[in-house]
C-alpha cells in the first residue's frame, strides 16, 4: 500500500511530505534525501535515496568506514547541554512521561513501507556530516509532548500500516518512548514498528546510550542501524541512506543472537 517504485516518486513525495517542524525548521520526512529538499519543494542536491532522517545519525568517516561515536562521549555530550533525555517526569512522580520532539509526519511514505505515522524526537550527540536534519540535533530545542497526545494522533489515521521511530536519535529517548511503544503494541498490534538509529545492532542489544534501549528494541519489527556515511550514499538505496546501514528483522535477530536481515 502507497510504496514507492522509483527514486522520482520518492522525491516529489518527500517534497509532499515535509511539515514545519516545532522550533521553525523543517522536518525532512526521508532522511535518505540527503541531497536536501529545498524550501520550494524542489529536490536539491543529488535528490532522493528514500531513507529516514535517522539514518543520517551518522559518526566520523573513514574511507569506507566510520567510526561510531562511544556512549561515553554522547553521555557527555547530553550532560554539555545539560539536559535530559530520558523521560521528563516531575521529582513528585504525578508528571505524565513526555517525549521531546522535533516533529511528526502524519501520513508518510519514505520511511518505510506502507502508510506510516514518523515521529521525529529531538536530541542527537552524533553531529553525522551531511545530516539532513541538523535541527534535530540540540538536546534543548523542540518541544515536550505526551504519549498521549502522539497516541490520539496516530489513532486519529485508521489507514496507517505502521509507526517510525526517527529523529535526532530515538534509543536516547528510549525511556520516554517505552510507554509510547508499549501501549501502541496493546492497543494497535497491526501496526509495525520500525525505528532508525545511529547506533548498531549489537550496541543497542549491550544497552547503548541507556538500558532502557535493549528494551525498546524488544519491541521494535524492524532497526535500520548505523551511522549515515555521505561517501557511501547511493540514489540506489531504499529505506535507507548509505550503503553501511542493515535493515534487520529484529524478532528474528533477537532468536538468533545475530542480525538477521529484513529483505
Given at each position: ?6 527514486n ?25 534525501l ?6 520550494d519543494?524542489?529536490v ?14 551518522g559518526?566520523?568517516?573513514?574511507g ?13 555530550a547530553?550532560?554539555a ?59 534543548d ?50 501496526l ?9 545492532f ?27 556515511i ?34
Amino acid at each position: 500500500m502507497n510504496v514507492l517504485t522509483d527514486n522520482a516518486s520518492w522525491a516529489e513525495s518527500a517534497a509532499a511530505h515535509t511539515p514545519a517542524a516545532p522550533g521553525g525548521g523543517v522536518v525532512f520526512a526521508g532522511g535518505g534525501l540527503e541531497g536536501g529538499v529545498a524550501a520550494d519543494g524542489a529536490v536539491a542536491d543529488g535528490g532522493a535515496t528514500g531513507a529516514v532522517s535517522s539514518a543520517a545519525a551518522g559518526a566520523a568517516v573513514d574511507g569506507a568506514a566510520a567510526e561510531l561515536v562511544d556512549a561515553p562521549t554522547l553521555a557527555g555530550a547530553v550532560a554539555a547541554e545539560g539536559v535530559v533525555v530520558a523521560n521528563d517526569i516531575a521529582a513528585d512522580g504525578d508528571a505524565a512521561p513526555t517525549i521531546r520532539l522535533y516533529g511528526t509526519v502524519d501520513d508518510s511514505i519514505v520511511d518505510g513501507p506502507g502508510l506510516r505515522f514518523s515521529i521525529f524526537v529531538q536530541g542527537c550527540g552524533r553531529g553525522c556530516p551531511g545530516c539532513h536534519n541538523p535541527e534535530s540535533q540540540p538536546y534543548d530545542a523542540g518541544q515536550q509532548t505526551s504519549v498521549e497526545q502522539l497516541l490520539g494522533q496516530i489513532a486519529a489515521n485508521p489507514l496507517l500500516t505502521g509507526v517510525t521511530l526517527s529523529g535526532g536519535e530515538p534509543f536516547d529517548q528510549a525511556a520516554a518512548l517505552l510507554p509510547l511503544v508499549r501501549q501502541l503494541r496493546a492497543e494497535r498490534p497491526r501496526l509495525n514498528i520500525w525505528a532508525y538509529s545511529g547506533y548498531r545492532f549489537e550496541e543497542l542489544c549491550a544497552g547503548q546510550p541507556q538500558p532502557a534501549a535493549e528494551l525498546l528494541l524488544a519491541l521494535v519489527d524492524v532497526l535500520v542501524d548505523g551511522p549515515f556515511i555521505a561517501e557511501q550514499r547511493s540514489l540506489e538505496l531504499r529505506w535507507k541512506g548509505s550503503a553501511n546501514q542493515r535493515i534487520i528483522d529484529v524478532p528474528a535477530s533477537l532468536a538468533a543472537g545475530q542480525p538477521i536481515s529484513w529483505e
